[in-house]
């Protein structure tokens, strides 16, 4: 009998895995026990329990349900580009049981009901946890502070005008001391506008030889400064979303040395691909912050590395097949995100060696969720059954009628990746199973 989400067992064994948690692969063959929707016991070996039924994992990897800090799922608003379900099914292809949706929607989440819309929609697709993040300012505009205290009361978990930057140091580092207050974070998108222009790619070589408006590195490195000093002087969380630059990540080095509470994300994108695949001008590889340079791109791999940058935050931002058919310069940012997440990872991260399986994944679940104060992100007895099985060696081909998103502007397809999401299940009941992989489900 083959398991769906909507009929599991209660009680269930995933045996004959491999446990990835805590930044470690353990070596040897583990299991874990599911009862009623949590983590009952976990470890090496299999105990023996009579009449349980078992899901053989055939030596896949086990690791906590992915936790994505970073996604656009487009309601309400434009419902033609992504929805909570769809973009919940898209996560759970790539493993990812938990998001903070970000709010520049139409209209934008910046009050209570708008919260609690996000947490029923979610809820109603069943397939990941949804965590709204509420918006600093009433529309996203920029000029007064939104109700953070009724936001979070609805179950937002962090404020940001992402999308666009708050121009007004001022009401940034107002955000910064109310949120201070609440206990949450606020999420900075680092531009400086004025700085931008026009710009619709990186400013350096293929900008000028392609004959496109450029967007210079100082741009975010100046805006990150200023945030930074902000949280300095008023002592809240700041959280610096889509790191780009290698400027970026030796200021937030320097803040963090200092004792500054700051975080900081990257996307698979920027620690992957570098400016030199706009060279045809395909709005595939358009996003903002855009594609940098190389040594861009090893600054962002070392940064996560060594711990400058905290997680891995895919920045999922679909759009209509139409919209990036346009000319370079006038289709929208973004590209989608979740269901590569671990391919890129694994592809460009640890068969590099620029870190191993155990620290990927740690990249992925513990450590954005902690920063944000997730109940996600582990492994451990009594713990939500949030996990993945995950298969590290799997090579395959990325392919656009293959996406659970609504949108397939995706950076990677037709690119050859290393690591494949198997499975996913969320409070112990599955939802996603790749049809191609030859598990055994009781």
């Not at 948690?21 to 583990?30: E, F, T, W």
């Not at 097949?321 to 346009?326: A, F, I, V």
Request: with cysteine; hydrophobic share 40%.
């Amino acid at each position: 009998m083959e398991w769906s989400w909507q009929r599991i067992p209660a009680e269930y064994l995933v045996a004959n895995v491999k446990l990835c948690h805590q930044g470690k692969l353990g070596k040897r063959s583990g299991f874990i026990h599911v009862r009623k929707g949590r983590i009952e016991a976990l470890g090496v070996g299999t105990p023996a329990i009579e009449g349980l039924p078992v899901l053989d994992a055939a030596g896949l990897v086990c690791a906590p349900g992915f936790v994505d800090l970073h996604v656009h799922f487009r309601e309400p608003g434009q419902e033609e580009k992504e929805v909570v379900a769809t973009g919940s099914a898209a996560a759970a292809a790539g493993g990812f049981t938990s998001v903070v949706t970000m709010p520049n929607t139409l209209p934008a989440i910046d009050n209570g009901a708008m919260v609690r819309y996000l947490v029923q929609r979610g809820k109603e697709a069943g397939l990941c946890r949804v965590f709204p993040a509420g918006a600093i300012s009433p529309g996203r505009k920029g000029d007064a502070l939104s109700e953070f205290a009724d936001m979070i009361e609805a179950g937002a978990v962090a404020f940001t005008d992402d999308g666009s930057p708050v121009v007004n140091g001022g009401l940034m580092a107002n955000a910064l001391k109310y949120a201070k207050m609440l206990g949450v974070p606020i999420l900075s998108h680092a531009e400086d506008l004025s700085i931008i222009g026009k710009g619709v790619m990186h400013g350096g070589y293929w900008s000028s030889r392609l004959g496109l408006a450029g967007m210079s590195r100082v741009s975010e490195d100046s805006a990150v400064f200023r945030d930074l000093e902000l949280a300095r002087a008023t002592g809240g969380h700041l959280h610096i979303c889509h790191v780009s630059t290698r400027g970026a990540v030796e200021i937030i080095r320097r803040a963090k040395n200092d004792g500054v509470r700051v975080t900081a994300e990257a996307t698979p994108h920027h620690f992957s691909l570098d400016h030199s695949r706009c060279r045809d001008f395909s709005p595939l590889f358009k996003m903002n912050p855009p594609l940098r340079e190389s040594e861009d791109v090893e600054a962002i791999a070392e940064g996560l590395a060594d711990g400058t940058l905290d997680c891995i935050a895919t920045d999922h931002a679909p759009h209509t097949g139409t919209e990036k058919e346009y000319q370079f310069d006038q289709a929208p940012f973004g590209v989608t995100g979740l269901e590569t997440a671990l391919g890129v990872g694994i592809t460009y991260l640890v068969k590099s060696g620029v870190m191993d399986l155990g620290r990927l994944v740690e990249c992925m679940t513990e450590k954005p969720a902690r920063l944000m104060g997730l109940p996600s992100g582990l492994l451990e007895e009594g713990e939500p059954a949030d996990f993945v099985l995950l298969d590290p060696e799997r090579e395959w081909i990325v392919e656009a009628d293959k996406f659970q998103s609504m949108s397939s502007n995706s950076s990677f397809i037709g690119e050859k990746l290393t690591g494949k999401v198997v499975s996913t299940f969320l409070g112990g009941r599955l939802t996603w199973r790749d049809s191609t992989e030859n598990v055994k489900y009781p």
